[in-house]
Nanobody, 130 residues
Framework: QVQLVESGGGSVQSGGSLTLSCAAS????????MGWFRQAPGKEREGVAC???????AYADSTKGRFTISQDYDKNTLYLRMNNLEPQDAAIYYC????????????????????????WGQGTQVTVSS
């Protein structure tokens, strides 16, 4: 069973920065893809960035150039550094993980489709004031 625990949310002014963390446990002997999603009130959950343990990284167009996803494999922790935050970035941010056995295919996997992820954290609030 994979457990994900996010931290690092908070309130910043427009143009500010935050770093989110997601500590993962229970998936040390598997192929793993971890990502960040966000959901603002009244909107659908959207993918922000995703990192596969094999090294593939993808960003949503809305965050490319401002957000950086990274992983510390020793600590099993995923990070999201968010720079130049804008009011439209305000949302609850969720860490997500998809775990598959080593050698399993990732064909058809969409890193920005929430239904493709099997594990979720509880979410952390990010507020951006103008």
């Amino acid at each position: 069973q994979v457990q994900l625990v996010e931290s690092g949310g908070g309130s910043v002014q427009s143009g500010g920065s935050l770093t989110l963390s997601c500590a993962a446990s229970g998936a040390t002997h598997s192929s793993l893809c971890m990502g960040w999603f966000r959901q603002a009130p009244g909107k659908e959950r959207e993918g922000v960035a995703c990192a596969h343990r094999r090294g593939d990284i993808a960003y949503a167009d809305s965050t490319k150039g401002r957000f950086t996803i990274s992983q510390d494999y020793d600590k099993n922790t995923l990070y999201l550094r968010m720079n130049n935050l804008e009011p439209q970035d305000a949302a609850i941010y969720y860490c997500a993980a998809e775990v598959r056995p080593y050698g399993a295919t990732w064909f058809g996997f969409d890193p920005f489709r929430s239904a493709d992820f099997g594990y979720w954290g509880q979410g952390t609030q990010v507020t951006v004031s103008s």
